[in-house]
Protein backbone atom coordinates (compact mmCIF):
# COMPACT_ATOMS: atom_id res chain seq x y z
CA UNK A 1 0.00 0.00 0.00
CA UNK A 2 1.11 2.99 -0.53
CA UNK A 3 -0.33 6.63 1.30
CA UNK A 4 -1.41 9.39 -0.82
CA UNK A 5 -3.02 12.65 -0.06
CA UNK A 6 -5.29 15.64 -1.58
CA UNK A 7 -4.87 19.12 -0.65
CA UNK A 8 -7.60 21.50 0.00
CA UNK A 9 -7.09 25.22 0.03
CA UNK A 10 -9.29 28.46 -0.62
CA UNK A 11 -6.40 30.40 -1.91
CA UNK A 12 -6.98 34.37 -1.80
CA UNK A 13 -4.97 37.23 -3.02
CA UNK A 14 -2.15 37.11 -1.45
CA UNK A 15 0.58 34.29 -3.28
CA UNK A 16 2.86 34.56 -0.15
CA UNK A 17 0.03 33.86 2.12
CA UNK A 18 -0.78 30.70 -0.47
CA UNK A 19 2.53 29.41 -0.65
CA UNK A 20 2.75 29.22 2.89
CA UNK A 21 -0.42 27.55 3.85
CA UNK A 22 0.50 25.25 0.91
CA UNK A 23 3.97 24.51 2.45
CA UNK A 24 1.67 23.62 5.68
CA UNK A 25 -0.86 21.60 4.25
CA UNK A 26 2.35 19.74 2.62
CA UNK A 27 3.82 19.05 5.96
CA UNK A 28 0.65 17.58 7.46
CA UNK A 29 0.12 15.09 4.62
CA UNK A 30 3.97 14.21 5.61
CA UNK A 31 3.36 13.58 9.22
CA UNK A 32 0.06 11.51 8.16
CA UNK A 33 2.70 9.68 6.25
CA UNK A 34 1.78 10.43 2.88
CA UNK A 35 4.31 9.72 0.12
CA UNK A 36 2.31 11.50 -2.42
CA UNK A 37 0.67 15.01 -2.34
CA UNK A 38 -1.20 17.44 -4.81
CA UNK A 39 -2.21 20.57 -4.50
CA UNK A 40 -5.56 22.00 -6.19
CA UNK A 41 -5.29 24.02 -9.10
CA UNK A 42 -4.31 27.67 -8.67
CA UNK A 43 -3.40 26.86 -5.17
CA UNK A 44 -0.90 29.56 -5.71
CA UNK A 45 -3.25 32.17 -6.52
CA UNK A 46 -7.13 33.36 -7.39
CA UNK A 47 -7.14 36.73 -8.46
CA UNK A 48 -10.03 39.35 -9.09
CA UNK A 49 -9.87 39.29 -13.10
CA UNK A 50 -8.22 36.18 -15.30
CA UNK A 51 -5.67 38.83 -16.64
CA UNK A 52 -4.11 39.09 -12.86
CA UNK A 53 -2.23 35.71 -13.15
CA UNK A 54 -0.29 37.41 -15.82
CA UNK A 55 1.99 39.33 -13.77
CA UNK A 56 2.67 35.93 -11.41
CA UNK A 57 4.10 33.62 -14.63
CA UNK A 58 7.24 31.85 -14.09
CA UNK A 59 9.77 30.53 -16.62
CA UNK A 60 10.17 27.37 -16.48
CA UNK A 61 12.55 25.93 -13.79
CA UNK A 62 12.50 29.52 -11.94
CA UNK A 63 10.08 31.43 -9.81
CA UNK A 64 8.72 31.28 -6.31
CA UNK A 65 6.18 28.88 -6.66
CA UNK A 66 8.23 26.39 -8.21
CA UNK A 67 10.84 27.21 -5.39
CA UNK A 68 8.69 26.24 -2.80
CA UNK A 69 7.42 22.86 -4.42
CA UNK A 70 10.72 21.57 -5.20
CA UNK A 71 11.89 22.71 -1.20
CA UNK A 72 8.94 21.14 0.01
CA UNK A 73 9.35 18.06 -1.74
CA UNK A 74 13.39 17.51 -0.63
CA UNK A 75 12.66 19.03 2.48
CA UNK A 76 9.62 16.36 3.16
CA UNK A 77 10.50 13.45 1.45
CA UNK A 78 7.49 13.79 -0.82
CA UNK A 79 6.48 13.40 -4.52
CA UNK A 80 4.31 16.77 -4.81
CA UNK A 81 2.21 18.29 -7.73
CA UNK A 82 2.42 21.23 -8.26
CA UNK A 83 -1.66 21.62 -8.56
CA UNK A 84 -1.28 24.43 -11.71
CA UNK A 85 1.00 27.41 -11.93
CA UNK A 86 0.85 30.46 -14.64
CA UNK A 87 3.94 29.13 -16.73
CA UNK A 88 5.45 31.93 -18.89
CA UNK A 89 4.74 31.13 -22.57
CA UNK A 90 6.22 33.92 -24.01
CA UNK A 91 3.67 35.62 -25.62
CA UNK A 92 2.10 38.32 -24.36
CA UNK A 93 -0.70 38.31 -22.82
CA UNK A 94 -0.65 34.36 -22.55
CA UNK A 95 0.48 31.71 -20.31
CA UNK A 96 0.08 27.86 -19.63
CA UNK A 97 -1.85 26.44 -17.20
CA UNK A 98 0.41 23.98 -16.01
CA UNK A 99 0.64 21.02 -13.35
CA UNK A 100 4.46 20.57 -12.38
CA UNK A 101 5.83 17.44 -10.67
CA UNK A 102 8.71 17.10 -8.19
CA UNK A 103 10.78 13.59 -6.82
CA UNK A 104 11.41 13.67 -3.21
CA UNK A 105 14.53 14.92 -4.58
CA UNK A 106 13.56 18.17 -5.27
CA UNK A 107 13.78 17.43 -9.23
CA UNK A 108 10.93 18.46 -11.69
CA UNK A 109 9.94 14.78 -13.12
CA UNK A 110 7.27 15.68 -15.03
CA UNK A 111 4.85 18.94 -16.77
CA UNK A 112 1.30 18.77 -17.86
CA UNK A 113 -0.25 21.92 -19.48
CA UNK A 114 -4.20 21.91 -19.14
CA UNK A 115 -5.18 20.89 -22.60
CA UNK A 116 -9.48 21.40 -22.12
CA UNK A 117 -10.25 25.13 -21.30
CA UNK A 118 -13.01 26.03 -18.87
CA UNK A 119 -15.92 27.98 -20.19
CA UNK A 120 -19.18 28.67 -18.45
CA UNK A 121 -22.02 31.39 -18.51
CA UNK A 122 -25.14 31.03 -16.94
CA UNK A 123 -26.28 34.33 -17.06
CA UNK A 124 -24.66 35.27 -13.43
CA UNK A 125 -21.30 33.31 -13.17
CA UNK A 126 -18.82 33.73 -16.40
CA UNK A 127 -16.01 32.27 -17.08
CA UNK A 128 -13.30 31.80 -20.22
CA UNK A 129 -10.02 30.52 -19.57
CA UNK A 130 -8.92 30.99 -23.20
CA UNK A 131 -8.89 34.82 -22.51
CA UNK A 132 -5.85 34.76 -20.69
CA UNK A 133 -4.62 30.91 -20.86
CA UNK A 134 -3.30 28.98 -23.74
CA UNK A 135 -4.19 25.13 -23.90
CA UNK A 136 -1.45 22.13 -24.06
CA UNK A 137 -1.70 19.77 -26.59
CA UNK A 138 -0.50 16.29 -25.35
CA UNK A 139 -1.51 13.99 -22.43
CA UNK A 140 1.37 13.56 -19.73
CA UNK A 141 2.30 10.92 -16.50
CA UNK A 142 4.93 9.67 -14.38
CA UNK A 143 6.20 6.90 -13.00
CA UNK A 144 5.83 6.87 -9.38
CA UNK A 145 8.72 4.44 -7.15
CA UNK A 146 7.54 4.38 -4.14
CA UNK A 147 9.05 3.28 -0.23
CA UNK A 148 8.39 -0.21 -0.74
CA UNK A 149 9.73 -0.54 -4.31
CA UNK A 150 5.78 -0.60 -6.05
CA UNK A 151 6.12 1.61 -9.02
CA UNK A 152 2.97 3.54 -9.89
CA UNK A 153 2.05 5.13 -13.41
CA UNK A 154 0.08 7.90 -13.07
CA UNK A 155 -1.75 10.01 -14.97
CA UNK A 156 -1.82 14.32 -14.93
CA UNK A 157 -5.17 16.19 -15.86
CA UNK A 158 -6.63 19.11 -14.19
CA UNK A 159 -10.45 20.53 -13.22
CA UNK A 160 -12.30 20.97 -16.72
CA UNK A 161 -10.25 18.24 -18.37
CA UNK A 162 -12.61 15.96 -15.74
CA UNK A 163 -15.67 16.03 -18.63
CA UNK A 164 -13.77 14.77 -21.18
CA UNK A 165 -13.53 10.35 -20.66
CA UNK A 166 -11.21 10.38 -23.81
CA UNK A 167 -7.86 11.93 -22.49
CA UNK A 168 -8.22 9.26 -19.08
CA UNK A 169 -8.80 6.63 -21.53
CA UNK A 170 -5.35 7.63 -23.25
CA UNK A 171 -3.69 7.05 -19.86
CA UNK A 172 -5.60 3.90 -18.85
CA UNK A 173 -4.28 2.33 -22.54
CA UNK A 174 -0.59 3.84 -21.15
CA UNK A 175 -1.07 1.81 -18.13
CA UNK A 176 -1.42 4.74 -15.81
CA UNK A 177 -2.88 2.70 -12.51
CA UNK A 178 -3.52 6.28 -10.51
CA UNK A 179 -5.75 9.27 -12.10
CA UNK A 180 -4.58 13.05 -10.56
CA UNK A 181 -7.37 16.11 -10.66
CA UNK A 182 -6.50 19.14 -9.38
CA UNK A 183 -9.13 20.94 -9.88
CA UNK A 184 -11.29 24.79 -8.90
CA UNK A 185 -14.67 22.99 -9.44
CA UNK A 186 -16.80 26.25 -9.22
CA UNK A 187 -19.74 25.65 -6.51
CA UNK A 188 -22.69 25.64 -9.53
CA UNK A 189 -21.30 22.68 -11.81
CA UNK A 190 -19.11 20.89 -8.92
CA UNK A 191 -22.80 20.30 -6.92
CA UNK A 192 -24.34 18.64 -9.90
CA UNK A 193 -21.29 16.58 -11.62
CA UNK A 194 -18.08 16.39 -9.46
CA UNK A 195 -18.11 13.26 -7.82
CA UNK A 196 -20.32 11.49 -10.34
CA UNK A 197 -17.41 12.42 -13.06
CA UNK A 198 -14.93 11.78 -10.53
CA UNK A 199 -16.49 7.84 -9.89
CA UNK A 200 -16.75 7.42 -13.40
CA UNK A 201 -13.48 8.03 -14.45
CA UNK A 202 -12.29 5.69 -12.12
CA UNK A 203 -14.69 2.88 -12.98
CA UNK A 204 -14.02 3.31 -16.41
CA UNK A 205 -10.66 3.18 -16.33
CA UNK A 206 -10.24 0.78 -13.44
CA UNK A 207 -7.65 3.06 -11.63
CA UNK A 208 -7.56 4.94 -8.62
CA UNK A 209 -8.54 8.68 -8.62
CA UNK A 210 -7.03 11.66 -6.24
CA UNK A 211 -8.95 15.10 -6.45
CA UNK A 212 -7.82 18.04 -4.73
CA UNK A 213 -10.08 21.08 -5.17
CA UNK A 214 -10.68 24.48 -3.90
CA UNK A 215 -13.15 24.66 -1.46
CA UNK A 216 -14.63 27.62 -0.23
CA UNK A 217 -16.23 31.36 -0.55
CA UNK A 218 -12.74 33.23 -2.29
CA UNK A 219 -11.41 37.19 -1.45
CA UNK A 220 -12.74 37.56 -5.09
CA UNK A 221 -15.74 36.46 -3.93
CA UNK A 222 -15.71 33.24 -6.27
CA UNK A 223 -17.26 30.01 -4.71
CA UNK A 224 -15.42 26.50 -5.38
CA UNK A 225 -17.29 23.62 -4.27
CA UNK A 226 -14.40 21.48 -2.46
CA UNK A 227 -15.28 17.79 -1.93
CA UNK A 228 -11.21 16.95 -2.53
CA UNK A 229 -11.47 13.08 -2.34
CA UNK A 230 -9.78 9.68 -2.97
CA UNK A 231 -11.76 7.27 -4.91
CA UNK A 232 -10.85 3.75 -5.72
CA UNK A 233 -10.84 1.78 -9.02
CA UNK A 234 -14.78 0.18 -7.88
CA UNK A 235 -15.82 3.43 -8.10
CA UNK A 236 -15.91 4.23 -3.98
CA UNK A 237 -15.56 7.49 -2.25
CA UNK A 238 -12.66 6.27 0.18
CA UNK A 239 -12.23 9.93 1.50
CA UNK A 240 -13.54 13.47 1.41
CA UNK A 241 -13.14 16.78 2.39
CA UNK A 242 -16.38 18.76 1.91
CA UNK A 243 -15.41 22.33 2.51
CA UNK A 244 -12.59 24.28 3.91
CA UNK A 245 -8.41 24.13 3.42
CA UNK A 246 -7.28 20.49 4.65
CA UNK A 247 -5.97 17.53 4.06
CA UNK A 248 -7.64 14.21 2.47
CA UNK A 249 -5.71 11.15 3.10
CA UNK A 250 -5.64 7.59 2.01
CA UNK A 251 -4.42 4.31 0.88
CA UNK A 252 -3.86 3.04 -2.69
CA UNK A 253 -3.53 -0.85 -2.85
CA UNK A 254 -1.74 -2.58 -5.76
CA UNK A 255 -3.08 -5.83 -5.07
CA UNK A 256 -6.38 -4.22 -4.85
CA UNK A 257 -6.13 -2.87 -7.84
CA UNK A 258 -4.87 -6.13 -9.44
CA UNK A 259 -8.18 -7.90 -7.80
CA UNK A 260 -10.53 -5.58 -9.58
CA UNK A 261 -9.03 -5.83 -13.13
CA UNK A 262 -8.87 -9.11 -13.09
CA UNK A 263 -12.14 -9.61 -12.01
CA UNK A 264 -13.29 -7.07 -14.55
CA UNK A 265 -11.10 -6.98 -17.49
CA UNK A 266 -12.60 -4.07 -19.53
CA UNK A 267 -9.18 -2.86 -20.57
CA UNK A 268 -8.19 -5.76 -22.42
CA UNK A 269 -11.80 -5.65 -24.81
CA UNK A 270 -11.38 -2.91 -26.72
CA UNK A 271 -12.46 0.23 -28.03
CA UNK A 272 -14.36 0.40 -31.34
Known amino acids: MMRIAALQMVSGMRPADNLAQ ?12 AELAVLPEYFGFMGARDTDKLALREPLGDGPVQAMLATAARELGLWVVGGTLPLDVGRAGRVRNTTLVFSPAGECVARYDKIHLFRFDNGNDRFDEAAV ?21 VG ?14 RHAQA ?3 LL ?3 SAFTHTTGQAHWEVLLRARAVENLAYVLAPAQGGTHENGRRTW ?8 WGTVQAVLPEGAGVVCGDIDAERLREVRRQLPAL ?5
Open 156 to 169: LSVCYDLRFPELYR
Open 22 to 33: ARRLLEEAAAQG
Open 180 to 182: LVP
Open 133 to 153: IEPGAEPAGFVLAARDGTAWR
Open 175 to 177: GAD
Open 226 to 233: GHSMLVDP
Open 268 to 272: EHGVL
